[in-house]
């Protein structure tokens, strides 16, 4: 199963390890190990594509899955096992207000 990214996913990442990097002095090691813990989380949704929490409203049709030391991790996705593929509108951490920013990122422009 392919993942398909939002473009705006990359974005999420480079915040979240300068993030890490400025509240944490400079611990760059601290940073790429909360990216192995996404890798890890993407990797057990390919594994489990329609496994999460189903949401409503605005994002009805999605899933999220908490994860990571804490469960500070939020990756918000969205199954289609007709393209065999798995869409991630965002990755979030700590306290970030995944559910605004997933309201914007339904669109794929596929």
Same mark, same amino acid.
């Given at each position: ?23 944490? $002095? %400079? ?6 190990? &909360?990216?192995?813990? /996404? ?7 390919? =594994? ?11 994002? $009805? %049709? ?6 990571? &030391?804490?469960?500070? /991790? ?7 096992? =007709? ?28």
């Amino acid at each position: 199963m392919r993942v398909v990214r939002h473009p705006f996913v990359d974005r999420d990442l480079v915040a979240l390890v300068d993030h890490i990097v400025e509240v944490s $002095n %400079g611990d760059f090691a601290t940073a790429a190990w &909360r990216l192995d813990e /996404i890798d890890e989380m993407l990797a057990a949704i390919q =594994d489990t594509p329609h496994s999460g929490v189903r949401l409503s409203g605005a994002l $009805n %049709g999605w899933l999220v899955r908490h994860g990571g &030391r804490g469960q500070r /991790i939020t990756i918000v996705f969205r199954s289609d096992p =007709d393209r065999d593929c798995f869409f991630v509108a965002l990755v979030a951490f700590g306290g970030q207000d995944w559910m605004t920013e997933g309201r914007v990122r339904q669109s794929f422009g596929q």
